[in-house]
Structure formats: C-alpha cells, structure tokens
C-alpha cells in the first residue's frame, strides 16, 4: 500500500511542476550569480543590516478562467506567504496581466485587491495588456527580514513540524485547502507574524512554504537545497476529516508551513502556533545522507534519491 502511494505521488503533477524548473537551473546555470542562493521561497538580497526579498508567481491559466476572482486573490496571497516563510514582512507587490478584453480582467483585478486590503501590502504598478489572444496573471513581490528563514539550513537530526491552519475547506474543482478567504483579516496577519519572530527569536532558521507540491513536494525542496535525507512520517501529519490522505499531500494548504527545528526548541516553536490555535505537529526529521523516506503504519519506503535524481536542480548532488 505504502510504495503504491509514494508511486502515485511522485507522478503527481504538483511533483512533476516542480521538475520542470531544472530548465530553467540548467538554462541560467551559477556561474554568473555568486552573491544569491537560487532555489529558496525568494530571492534573499543582502541590503544594509538585513534582506531584501524578491519573488513572483504565475497563476494556473485554468483557474484564471474559470475562477478568476479566487486567482487574483491566490496570486497576492502566495507571494505573500512566501515572504513570510523567509522571516519577512512584505513591501508592495506588482501585477501583470494579459486578458482577451477589458471587461475580463474585473473579476481578477477586484480578487487582488481583497488579497491586498486583507493582508494589508498595497499593489504599486505593473503592466496590463487587454488584447491579449489569452488570459494570464503574474505578480511579483517585494519584502524585507532582518533574519532569514532558509530552506539551505536544515540540518541531520532537526525535527520536522507543519504548522497549518485546518480553518478550511477544499476548492471545489482544485487542489487548494482554502483557509483564507473567510477568515478575519487581522487572524491572518497575526498567523503569518509568527514567522518573522521565529527568525528574530533565532527559534528556527529553516523553513518554507508548503506550495503547490504539498507537504511531500516541499519536503523534497527542502532536503535538496540543504543537502539532506529525511524520513516523512505520514500518520503523524494533520489533515482534515473526510480528506483522503493522498489528496492532502499533494494540496496547498494556503497557510501552511514545513519548518525544520533543533529539538531544544521544539516545543516552544510548536507553542507560538497553537497558541493561534493553529495546528503545529511533529511529521518527521532530517537525516544525513541523500534518501527521503516515507514511513506509515510500521512500514518504509523510498519516496526518493537525490543521488540518482534531483527534484529542481538547485543544490544538484550527482557530482558531490
């Protein structure tokens, strides 16, 4: 059943979206960026005693058409969770957008702009085209942290925790837990605050956003850009009721975080969250070596094996 499930998810399409950012690895190649480590939730550049954040997301062309106002929201929403997941607060953000006619961008526009008051990070600019033969939204995001939240930190024997916000409900046609659009915008701000102290706090310094991928895709992103194995273990992970668990490992959870923790400060990392009343659970640790397992019910499988495969491309191992 187990090694069923690990084949199922890693032909899911979240894990083979991620793959596809080895071109673009191998197209940019490092050589000409030394100053800038490539494969985080941002781009972290240094400025004066702290960071610079800077990252974009591309929505899901389907979900523009046929839910545009919930894909305006998602693009801010995303950027600015990826923000947080670094430890920062976010500046402003930027839009562009291509639409077949000024009359379908509303919809879009109107879900940004809820995104934006909700998390309070105003829209400053961008490029609009309404003649476009099709329809698409990218945004692009601007924060600043003191310290970093990194996914180059995790360590062999840090504990994994999620921290999730199970205040949710599923999209109906889409694998997005939707935990957001609901909820008292203040909450959300005050959710998202927790990261930032962590990195201040020096509680935790590894950590992302679980993205389209889910928990397993972050995992995989996680380990491979800290050069690390780790053991996942499935029946320890929260997830909702009626939710089948292979549905919720490949889901985005909208607020949702894999951090990786030295296990003095566990208990105290896992305090700030449920004190929220957010869901922070023990799902498994770092290990030394290139493997990532998944473990359920006494039972071990191989998920994957960064010496005979990279996920992104970002930290490749074939040569180490």
């Known amino acids: 059943m187990l090694a069923a499930l690990s084949a199922k998810l890693r032909a899911s399409m979240g894990i083979l979206h991620k793959q596809d950012i080895q071109i673009t690895a191998r197209g940019l190649g490092e050589q000409w960026n030394d100053a800038i480590l490539l494969g985080d939730d941002c781009a972290a550049i240094r400025d004066r005693d702290g960071y610079l954040l800077l990252a974009a997301e591309g929505m899901l062309p389907q979900l523009i058409d046929t839910d545009p106002w919930f894909a305006g929201w998602c693009a801010v929403m995303v950027n600015v969770s990826d ?13 562009t ?31 609009t085209n309404c003649r476009s033969p099709y329809n698409a939204l990218s945004v692009a995001i601007l924060g600043r942290a003191q310290k970093l939240l990194t996914s180059f930190n995790a360590k062999p024997d840090d504990i994994l925790l999620a921290a999730i916000n199970m205040r949710g409900q599923f999209h109906p046609d889409y694998p997005f837990w939707n935990a957001a659009t609901k909820a008292d915008p203040q909450q959300l701000r005050e959710n998202l605050s927790i990261l930032p102290y962590l ?3 020096e509680l935790c310094d590894a950590a992302k956003d679980i993205s389209m991928g889910g928990i397993i895709g972050t995992l995989l992103m996680l380990t491979e850009t800290s050069n690390c194995g780790a053991i996942l273990d499935l029946d320890r992970i929260p997830c909702p009721e009626n939710v089948p668990l292979e549905r919720w490992l490949i889901s985005f959870p909208s607020y949702g975080f894999l951090l990786s923790i030295r296990l003095e400060n566990v208990e105290a990392v896992q305090a700030l969250f449920q004190a929220q009343d957010l869901v922070c659970a023990v799902v498994g640790e770092v290990q030394v070596g290139t493997e990532v397992i998944l473990r359920s019910q006494g039972e071990s499988t191989l998920f ?17």
């Open 97 to 127: 957008l291509w639409s077949q006619s000024p009359d379908s961008i509303s919809e879009l526009l109107a879900g940004m702009k809820a995104a934006a008051i909700a998390y309070q990070v105003p829209i400053v600019g961008g490029h």
């Open 199 to 201: 990195a201040k706090s």
């Open 83 to 95: 923000i947080y997941s670094m430890g920062g607060e976010p500046i402003a953000v930027v839009d």
């Open 304 to 320: 994957w094996d960064f010496s005979q495969q990279s996920l992104t491309g970002f930290n490749d191992r074939k040569d180490k």
